[in-house]
């Protein structure tokens, strides 16, 4: 039987050692002077009358500073898992802010088909008591080991995939990321063939505001990214772990394996996946091509998780009505205020190299924008889309000046065209292969170079642009050798530097 919180959770990881290292304090060093554990002291202001509504059953699993039991709700009937935590272990203030943390993750992703149900939390003068549906249907790890030569099918991949990526996307627009996603922390809610599977164990997931990095190392090692293990990591990191899972999927072992775990984080650090030897041949182009694209190490390359839920390989017999929001997408477009003219012009010509294979993705995020299917965004649509990335709260005259800097023809909407040169990905282009991003900054640079001399004058922006008057200023900030013009490398760099930051 399934559970809740079934499997210890990992600790923090050394990557130059490989040696764990635990948050909290280990409980042999307990307190100075005998003093009261601080959980013991902490109302958590939490319900306290547990006992009077639930039953404790039989133990199911346990981790570090708690146990999780199955449970009746007494005047219902129903099962549910109920995780207890003892207060007594929490000595520090990082624990009483991890069990706080994670009652909010949990009450803020509940109520998604794909995470596990949260229904209350209570306390008394001994425990924590977290109450959660009860998952019977077993781990995702367990289905996989059961499979014939240890793998999925492709089709049957692609809707376990589909699922863990609905979590990934709703996590991240709520400004959260679960930073230990494995196959023992998915569980089926039966054990049905078909049921839905339901993320579980939120212990190490953490909140993260806009524009920060996390600098610490936790997660498991086999599915760490490559950017955890630098100390500068972000959601990027969430769909990494997506994508080794997705590996293991079709071919039955992991992409980076050694015998320590610092050889495994060597494997990460340096190592590509191998998507040649048996039974990768006999797996679809599609299928590696997704692969791929997960396991990109430049975060700022890899896809995101709705990006991702646009992946032709994933979403064959999916609804492209279900593909959530894109948090990248949105930042970009709270970014694309903030560039100069030139640059905003530099996109804007950018985007019409693009085929549409390469914006595929952008159309689902501007088909799931356009909430009445006129064929363009208006001001109340952006303001509702942008209002659903958690984190940020915009005021409606920031949303205004957001449509303005999107809408080129002063129109007071925002055509497919138009958003797709505030939202589109500089790294990603890149990564698609040096020719094929050669070609479409050379052919958008063409479009400003009017008379095809290879460099980019004042004039020729002004004949560009309709507009009047000297553009030598709007010129400077794209020459950066100072000789009156813009060359292909400088027009290149200038589209780099645009999408560093927090574009993506």
Known sequence: MGVCFSVPKRRKQDPATGNAKSRVRPAGHNRKNNAIPLGLRTNFGYGRDFKSKYRIGKLLGHGQFGYTYSAVELMTGDKVAVKRIEKKK???????????????????????????????????????????????????????????????????????????????????????????????????????????????????????????????????????????LKRKSGPESDVWSVGVITYILLCGRRPFWDKTEAGIFNEVLKRKPDLRERPWPSIGSSAKDFVRKLLVKD??????????????????????????????????????????????????????????????????????????????????????????????????????????????????????????????????LEDMGSDKWQKRSKAAFDQLDVDGDGYITSEELKQYTGLKGSLGTLLEEGDIDGDGRISLAEFQKLLRQASLGSRN
């Open 90 to 228: 929490m000595l520090l203030p990082i624990s009483i802010e991890d069990v706080k943390r994670e009652v909010k993750i949990l009450d803020a992703l509940s109520g998604h088909e794909n995470v596990v149900q949260f229904h209350a939390a209570f306390e008394d003068d001994e425990f924590v008591y977290i109450v959660m549906e009860l998952c019977e249907g077993g781990e995702l790890l367990d289905r996989i080991l059961a499979k014939k030569e240890g793998r999925y099918t492709e089709k049957d991949a692609a809707v376990i995939v589909r699922q863990m990526l609905r979590v990934v996307a709703r996590c991240h627009l709520n400004g959260v990321v679960h930073r230990d996603l494995k196959p023992e922390n998915f569980l089926f809610k039966s054990q049905q063939d078909d049921s839905l599977l339901r993320a579980v164990d939120f212990g190490l997931s953490d909140f993260i505001r806009p524009g920060k990095r996390f600098h610490d190392v936790v997660g498991s090692a086999y599915y760490v990214a490559p950017e955890v």
């Open 299 to 428: 975060p700022r390359a890899r896809l995101t998780a709705a990006q991702a839920l646009s992946h032709p390989w994933v979403r064959e017999g999916g609804d492209a009505l279900e593909i959530p929001l894109d948090i990248s997408v949105l930042s970009n477009m709270r970014e694309f205020v903030k560039y100069s003219r030139l640059k905003q012009l530099a996109f804007r010509a950018l985007a019409t190299t693009l085929d549409p294979e390469d914006i595929a993705a952008l159309r689902d995020q501007f088909d799931a924008i356009d909430a009445d299917k006129s064929g363009s965004i208006s001001l109340e649509e952006m303001k509702q889309a942008l209002a659903k990335d958690r984190p940020w709260d915009l005021k409606e005259s920031m949303v205004m000046e957001i449509l303005q800097a999107m809408d080129c023809n002063c129109d007071g909407l925002v055509d497919f065209e138009e958003f797709v040169a505030a939202t589109l990905h500089v790294h990603q």
